[in-house]
């Protein structure tokens, strides 16, 4: 219960990456790392605890033993699907009514987005004494998505009609009139103590703000927003943290993006990772010789929620490898290899878990339903290195509300603890 009251306050100060990249450092900071600054040379020491953040939405932290000979990783991600803000965002209906002009991020589903408290949170971007500055913000006031009609008057635009995101899913903002006009940036711009002129460039998103709660017959379930995949962030972060970090070089990276591919600066295709180990092995007199063999002696978790077998679905999974909740931690496979799991990686995570004292379940697709990637094999055309993709197991992922099990992210968090120690 300790862990999923952690993660739910955690979850409520992440509305979007740019805070979970914050709300990480903060963490970071208070164990005791030191921060570096990628246009800065850095200056790194055995015994050492550092970290660096790259666009304010992705993090990566380690800690340097006084010798080692592999690399440990995990890797999960900070982003969520939830609805990008437009340029000039708000749009007047009717004279009338002001709604937020928004696209999709992310592959979400988008009826249970309707009647849900939504509110906006990113960063914007000022100048200040000739730099360009970050100001991250979150409105925490109450917006919604309102269903299309009575359904009294049109049952067909309620229920037989798939959603138009242009049309159906912008946010009610506010009234407008005469003399009443909302302004998003302006309010923005207040939060920020800037004026409105003084915002340059901003990335907001429309998030849901309800609070995760801790229910079920004996409060098994823990269900919020953003569970995929701040779940595995948390959990991640806090074994990292606790591990002993005496062995292996250790690495926990918290990436952006992974929700629309991955391809940016910041994400699991960048040279993020690769870029940062390079300038561990650099600051520290190591060659790139050892850094190749580092490399092959080491392993990465990559972290993401997997889905649980659904109380009304069954059928939609596969006949045996099928995770449920309150089971365990879950070890993903693919065989087309959206999955970087394969037998010798099973090998080392089931050895893991068994000097934690966990257990674990397995998770395959049907073969006639295709899934998902994750962060794995992006991240090894980066860094090659013995990879096992796992995750917390969950329902109505992607969703703006999902659910999981109190006792997995307690499972995660020693897991993570376990392999950095």
């Not at 990249?21 to 570096?36: C, D, K, P, V």
Request: charged share 20%; aromatic share 10%; net charge negative.
């Amino acid at each position: 219960m300790n862990y999923a009251e952690k993660l739910i306050d955690f979850i409520e100060k992440s509305p979007v990456s740019f805070q979970a990249a914050a709300n990480a450092a903060a963490l970071l900071s208070e164990a005791g790392f030191e921060e570096l600054a990628e246009d800065q040379r850095w200056s790194i020491a055995p015994g050492g605890k550092y970290y660096v953040v790259r666009n304010d939405s992705a993090l990566i932290a380690f800690a340097v033993p006084e010798s080692f000979n592999s690399v440990h990783i995990a890797a999960a991600h900070t982003d969520s699907p939830y609805f990008k803000i437009k340029e000039n965002p708000e749009i007047s209906r009717g004279g009338s009514y002001a709604v937020l002009n928004v696209e999709k991020y992310g592959g979400m589903l988008q009826e249970p987005w309707f009647d849900r408290p939504l509110s906006v949170a990113g960063r914007i971007i000022v100048k200040e004494e000739g730099r360009l500055v970050s100001k991250l913000i979150d409105f925490k006031k109450d917006m919604l998505i309102i269903p299309s009609i009575a359904i009294h008057m049109d049952r067909e635009a309620n229920e037989g009609r798939k959603k138009n995101p242009q049309e159906d899913m912008l946010p009610l903002y506010g009234l407008c009139g005469e003399g009443s006009t909302p302004d998003l940036m302006q309010e923005a711009a207040d939060l920020a103590g800037v004026g409105r002129d003084d915002i340059l460039g901003s990335d907001l998103f429309v998030y849901n703000r309800q609070k995760g709660t801790i229910w079920g017959n004996n409060g098994e379930f823990v269900s919020a927003p953003r569970l995929d995949d701040l779940q595995c962030v948390f959990s991640g972060l806090t074994g990292f943290i606790a591990g002993k970090k005496e062995k292996a070089l250790s690495v926990f990276a918290a990436l952006d993006n992974e929700e629309v591919g991955s391809s940016t600066r910041q994400g699991a295709a960048s040279g993020f990772l690769k870029d940062t180990l390079h300038r561990i092995y650099n600051s520290l007199c190591r060659d790139f010789e050892q850094y190749q063999t580092d490399l092959a002696n080491g392993f990465m978790l990559s972290m993401d929620n997997a889905h649980a077998l659904h109380p009304n679905y069954l059928a939609k999974a596969d006949p045996v490898n099928r995770p449920v909740i309150g089971g365990g931690v879950v070890l993903k496979f693919s065989g087309n290899q959206k999955y970087c799991t394969d037998g010798y990686s099973a090998a080392v995570f089931r050895e893991i878990c068994s000097c934690a004292g966990k257990k674990l379940q397995v998770f395959t697709n049907r073969s006639d339903i295709p899934g998902g990637s994750t962060l794995g094999n992006i991240s090894n055309n980066q860094v090659a290195i013995p990879s096992a993709d796992i995750g917390i197991a969950q329902l109505a992922m992607h969703s703006p509300f999902e659910t999981a099990g109190t006792s997995d992210t307690k499972d995660m968090a020693e897991i993570a603890e376990a392999f950095f120690s």
